[in-house]
């Protein structure tokens, strides 16, 4: 007689998974984080091994400014989107991309994701372009500043930085709510410049794209605990009123 087989013991984790298929799906469900973060090291390894007036050339050609908004208006808006200045500063955004674009991508979809950063950072470079054009007509700023630098992805990264509020649970939320807002406010409030500013209008993009977010399809239950198949069938039977037959 065989002995009686041994109960699974209970607190024991699964083994990690192997590290290069964790990264293969984590890659394989942020495919547009991680195609713009390659695109990007790309342009950074180009300007890293242009000269200098080569590299300056191609950082004022690939920017959203004014001057290149009125020559070439969608493929600057574009384009922009896909260069940094610094292209020392590569790894510091790869660390972001995953910290805030993977983990919004995987959470909203690829769609939604693109829809919303895609958005924010139109939106954004518009806006902030605007200021500038304001300022330069009221002589507050010198007509150069239509050719001033204005490429990056930070635009993008603040909205994704908003949607991800979201994704925490309370009180995690809050804290990290409060973190964003101190890191974006305070330069806003202490002599902002129109990249500030546009990093204010692509995080609150971010905050109202609630409505594309799995959180917002998620209904909170009722508090007497019953669902919505029990709720149309009506109260229970000793909650119902008696019917003449019954008395």
């Known amino acids: 007689m065989r002995p009686p087989a041994e109960p699974p013991r209970r607190g024991r984790r699964p083994s990690p998974a192997n590290p290069l298929t964790w990264a293969k799906d984590w890659v394989g469900s942020s495919p547009g984080t991680h195609i713009w973060l390659l ?86 470079t518009l806006a902030s372009q605007e200021l500038v054009l304001l300022a330069i007509e009221g002589h507050r700023l010198p007509r150069s500043m239509t050719h001033v630098v204005d490429i990056g992805v930070s635009y993008g990264l603040a909205a994704a930085a908003g949607v991800l509020t979201y994704r925490l649970r309370p009180p995690w939320r809050y804290g990290y709510l409060a973190g964003v807002l101190v890191f974006f406010g305070i330069p806003l409030l202490t002599g902002a410049t129109f990249t500030d500013f546009g990093h204010a209008i692509a995080l609150a993009m971010g905050f109202a794209a609630w409505p594309l977010t799995p959180a917002a399809a998620e209904e909170p239950p009722p508090e007497d605990g019953t669902g919505p198949a029990d709720r149309a069938a009506g109260p229970p039977p000793e909650q119902r009123p008696e019917s003449p037959q019954e008395r």
């Open 39 to 124: 695109v990007i090291g790309i342009t950074s390894l180009v300007i890293a091994a242009a000269s200098e007036g080569l590299g300056q050339f191609l950082v004022h050609r690939t920017s959203s400014n004014i001057h290149e908004l009125n020559e070439h208006p969608l493929p600057s808006l574009l384009i922009s989107g896909f260069w940094i200045e610094r292209p020392e500063s590569f790894l510091l955004y790869a660390v972001m991309f995953e910290l805030l674009h993977a983990n919004v991508e995987r959470w909203t979809g690829t769609a939604r994701w693109l829809l919303t950063v895609g958005g924010a950072h139109i939106a954004a």
